[in-house]
Antibody, heavy 122, light 111 residues
Framework: QVQLQQSGPGLVKTSQTLSLTCAIS??????????WNWIRQSPSRGLEWLGR?????????DYALSVKSRITINPDTSKNQFSLQLNSVTPEDTAVYYC????????????WGQGTLVTVSS | QSALTQPASVSGSPGQSITISCTGT?????????VSWYQQHPGKAPKLIIY???YRPSGVSGRFSGSKSGNTASLTISGLQAEDEADYYC???????????FGTGTKVTVL
C-alpha cells in the first residue's frame, strides 16, 4: 500500500521560494510504473494540477502552463522522495498543496498526501 | 484552460439517489475516457472514488457509479447516506499541453 507523507514550512514570504517534500513508502520514486505529482487547492483557484515527474530510463517532468516558469519538481532517490519548488511566490500562491501518485498509463490520482497549507505573506 | 463545470451544491434525503454533472469540452471530457471523481471531507485530502469514467477502486462502495455522454461526465450516488456528505470533484485528462483539469466542485448535503 503506497503512502505519501508531506513536509515543509507553512509560511513563506512574498517573492521567496516555496519548498515542500513528499516522502514515499510502499513504492519507489524511480519506479517505472508510477508518476509523481503536485496539486494545489485554494478557494480562488480550486484544485489545480501543478506538475509531475517520472522515471523511464531517465527522468521526465511536465508542468502546468500557469506555473511553468517558476516550478521545479525533483526526485531524491537516496531518500525515496520528491520535492516541489515554486519560485517568486505571491499571496495568490497561498493554498493547500498535495502530492499524489498515479500508475503509469493511467490518469487518476491515488493516493494523495495529507496536504500542507502554505500561506504566502509579506 | 478553464475548470470543468459542476453544480455548486446538490442535496438529497437518506436513501435517495443524486447525480452530479461535470461539463467540459471536446478537448478534455469529450476526447478522453479518462475522467476520475474524488470525494473530499473537510480538512482531508481528496479520495479517489471513480476512475476512467466508470470504474470503482477496490474498497469503494458500489453505491457510487460514473458515466459520460459527450462533453459531460456524471457521478451518481445511490442510497444516499450521511457519510456521503462531502465535496466531490471531477478531473479529466486534457492532452499533453494542459495535462489535467479539475472540476469546480460540488457540495453534497444529506438532508
Amino acid at each position: 500500500q503506497v503512502q505519501l507523507q508531506q513536509s515543509g514550512p507553512g509560511l513563506v514570504k512574498t517573492s521567496q521560494t516555496l519548498s515542500l517534500t513528499c516522502a514515499i513508502s510502499g513504492d519507489t520514486v524511480s519506479s517505472n510504473s508510477a508518476v509523481w505529482n503536485w496539486i494545489r487547492q485554494s478557494p480562488s483557484r480550486g484544485l489545480e494540477w501543478l506538475g509531475r515527474i517520472y522515471y523511464r530510463s531517465e527522468w521526465y517532468g511536465d508542468y502546468a502552463l500557469s506555473v511553468k516558469s517558476r516550478i521545479t519538481i525533483n526526485p531524491d532517490t537516496s531518500k525515496n522522495q520528491f520535492s516541489l519548488q515554486l519560485n517568486s511566490v505571491t499571496p495568490e500562491d497561498t493554498a493547500v498543496y498535495y502530492c499524489a501518485r498515479y500508475p503509469s498509463g493511467k490518469s487518476y490520482f491515488d493516493p494523495w498526501g495529507q496536504g500542507t497549507l502554505v500561506t504566502v505573506s509579506s | 484552460q478553464s475548470a470543468l463545470t459542476q453544480p455548486a451544491s446538490v442535496s438529497g434525503s437518506p436513501g435517495q439517489s443524486i447525480t452530479i454533472s461535470c461539463t467540459g469540452t471536446s478537448s478534455d471530457v469529450g476526447n478522453y475516457n479518462l475522467v476520475s471523481w474524488y470525494q473530499q471531507h473537510p480538512g482531508k485530502a481528496p479520495k479517489l472514488i471513480i476512475y476512467e469514467v466508470n470504474y470503482r477502486p477496490s474498497g469503494v462502495s458500489g453505491r457510487f457509479s460514473g458515466s459520460k455522454s459527450g462533453n459531460t461526465a456524471s457521478l451518481t450516488i445511490s442510497g444516499l447516506q450521511a457519510e456521503d456528505e462531502a465535496d466531490y470533484y471531477c478531473c479529466s485528462y486534457a492532452g499533453s499541453i494542459i495535462f489535467y483539469v479539475f472540476g469546480t466542485g460540488t457540495k453534497v448535503t444529506v438532508l
